[in-house]
């Protein structure tokens, strides 16, 4: 809040006859005294003038003043997002009677949508939004792919849904969801995926990224393990995501040429996992 400096009282002013006179005060007196209310009277106005203007600042919205407009912070514009609904009867995935943890919704509706402007990676729309297992795993190393499959086929998987897109900035981003037969299945995946060390294609050294740790945004009973490239980075910078979410295993990825800051794809992985939660 401004705060406004007080306008002196008349007091301060001598408008009394000098010391030890006693003639009245003089035409020429008068004349000073009104010349002195006058400019009071203007000080008192723009004051309140000063004061007017300085509560408008304060009060306005900042996008409403030129030069305080707020900067974008880098976030995407993604679509209105809605859980799909649930076939009747069929209980939430955390629902108490739900001991598998099972998503009864189709996986390919919890798939987040792509944001305004970007263009679609039609390779991982798969077969009637179906991805095969090897096009989840093209998402992997070499070296750990064999591994994964078995891991896959031991650990009941079901399906697994996908969606890819780029950005007019060359950002791309893939957003992998594996459904397993329960919710200890899948968390064993993960598990699997941490311990053996496996990492994106291109990618040697990663370190764990806790700006998403005890946020506002995370949902109750999933669990979020998110990490980023280490420097030097290869032709791209990646960062990505694991979700556990009942017997659904999220994987986000995000890769550019350096620029990108980290706002989008925290801000992808959140609204990923708020919509499997």
């Known amino acids: ?16 006859p000098a010391e030890n ?5 003089p035409k020429k007196d ?3 005294l009104r010349a002195v209310l006058r400019w009071t009277a203007a000080v008192l106005v723009l004051a309140a003038a000063v004061a007017a203007s300085a509560y408008g600042v304060v009060e306005s919205d900042r996008g409403d003043l030129p030069g305080l407009a707020t900067e974008s912070d880098g976030r995407w514009e993604y679509p209105r997002i809605e859980r799909p609904p649930l076939p009747k009867g069929a209980p939430a995935p955390f629902a108490e009677e739900n001991l598998r943890e099972e ?26 939004g ?3 297992t090897d096009g989840y795993l093209a998402e992997y190393d070499k070296d750990h792919r064999r591994e994964l499959a078995e891991n896959l086929k031991d650990g009941g998987l079901r399906h697994v849904a996908a969606r890819g897109w780029t950005m007019p900035d060359g950002t791309r981003t893939r957003v992998y969801l594996l459904r397993f037969n329960t919710g200890a299945f899948a968390r064993d995946y993960r598990r699997t995926l941490t311990s053996s060390g496996a990492l994106p294609a291109g990618v040697e050294r990663v370190d764990p990224d806790h700006a998403l740790r005890n946020n506002t945004t995370a949902v109750r009973f999933t669990y979020l393990r998110v990490f980023g490239e280490q420097r030097p980075y290869g032709k791209e910078r990646v960062r990505f995501a694991y979700i556990d979410a ?17 706002v989008p794809f925290h801000q992808t992985v959140a609204l990923q996992n708020q919509l499997l939660g």
């Open 103 to 128: 998503h009864f919704a189709d996986l390919r509706a919890l798939v987040l949508p792509a944001p305004k402007g970007a263009t679609a990676d039609r390779k991982l729309t798969g077969r009637d």
């Open 21 to 25: 006179s006693e003639a009245p005060a």
């Open 1 to 16: 809040m401004t705060h406004l400096t007080e306008t002196p009282e008349n007091s301060e002013i001598p408008l009394v």
């Open 30 to 32: 008068r004349r000073v």
């Open 130 to 132: 179906w991805l095969d």
């Open 246 to 262: 009942g017997d659904v295993m999220a994987l986000v990825v995000q890769s550019d040429d350096g620029h990108t800051p980290a």
